[in-house]
C-alpha cells in the first residue's frame, strides 16, 4: 500500500492509554504544513480541537487531525454508548520521493493512507471489554496489520461508497463500519487525501471543509 510514516493519527498517549492533557497539543505543529487542514463544516457545531501532526524526518508535514465533539477516551464499558465524536485526518498527496537522508525511496501517498491512518486512530481509543492490560499491546498489533489489510483493498466488501459534501462538492468517500466504529477515506479537489473516524455520531449526516485559519484552534 502506498502510505505515508507510520505515525499514528492519535493524541499523545501517557501511560495507561490516557490521552495526554490538550494543553500538551498546539498549533504550532500545524503552522508549517504546505498543504491545507481540513474539519468538519460549519453545519458542525460543536466543540473542536486539535491532535497531533506526522512529520517526516526533516520536519516536512505529512499529515495531521482534527478533533470534533467529545474528546474520547480509550472505550471500555462504562464509556463506550456515551462518547460522540469524529476525528478528520488530512493526509499530504505527495509523490514518489527520496527520504530527507538520501537512502531509500519514500512511497506515494493515497487514499489507502488516509484510510489506514483513520483506521489506526479509531484503535488507538477501543479497548475490548474484559481485556487484560497485559494482552492489550499485542492485540493493537494484530488489529492494526488488519486495519493495514482493509486500506490497502479499499475495491472489497469490507468497503462501501458513501457520497459526501468536501468544500460544497458532493465526494464519493470509502466507508466502512465495525464493533469499534466507522472509517472513511477519500481525496479533495485540493489535492489532499481526507479519512474520519469516529463514534456515536453518524457519519452519513458529516460534510468536510477546508479549515481557513488553523491558528482559530490555538
Not at 505515508?4 to 501517557?14: I, M, W
Not at 499529515?63 to 456515551?82: F, K, M, N, Q, Y
Amino acid at each position: 500500500m502506498e502510505t505515508t510514516s507510520g505515525t499514528v493519527a492519535q493524541a499523545p498517549a501517557t501511560e495507561g492509554g490516557q490521552q495526554a492533557p490538550a494543553a500538551w497539543r498546539t498549533v504550532d505543529g500545524y503552522l508549517p504544513a504546505t498543504f491545507p487542514w481540513y474539519g468538519l463544516d460549519e453545519a458542525f457545531t460543536g466543540p473542536r480541537w486539535l491532535m497531533q501532526v506526522g512529520a517526516a524526518a526533516d520536519g516536512t508535514v505529512e499529515h495531521g487531525s482534527i478533533g470534533h465533539g467529545e474528546e474520547p477516551s480509550v472505550r471500555h464499558e462504562s464509556t463506550e454508548d456515551r462518547e460522540r465524536f469524529a476525528v478528520v485526518v488530512t493526509v499530504a498527496a505527495n509523490p514518489v520521493r527520496h527520504s530527507p537522508d538520501g537512502t531509500g525511496v519514500l512511497e506515494a501517498t493515497s487514499v489507502s493512507s488516509a484510510a489506514w491512518l483513520a483506521g489506526v486512530g479509531l484503535l488507538s481509543f477501543t479497548w475490548p471489554g474484559q481485556m487484560d492490560h497485559s494482552l492489550r499491546d499485542s492485540w493493537l498489533d494484530q488489529q492494526t496489520e488488519t486495519a493495514w489489510v482493509l486500506a490497502d483493498d479499499l475495491s472489497g466488501p469490507d468497503w462501501s461508497t458513501l457520497s459526501l459534501p468536501v468544500d460544497g462538492v458532493p465526494t464519493p468517500f470509502h466507508y466502512r463500519e465495525s464493533e469499534f466504529g466507522w472509517v472513511l477515506a477519500g481525496s479533495t479537489e485540493t489535492g489532499v487525501h481526507v479519512g474520519a473516524y469516529g463514534r456515536g455520531m453518524s457519519a452519513y449526516g458529516l460534510g468536510f471543509a477546508m479549515i481557513k485559519d488553523i491558528t482559530t484552534y490555538a
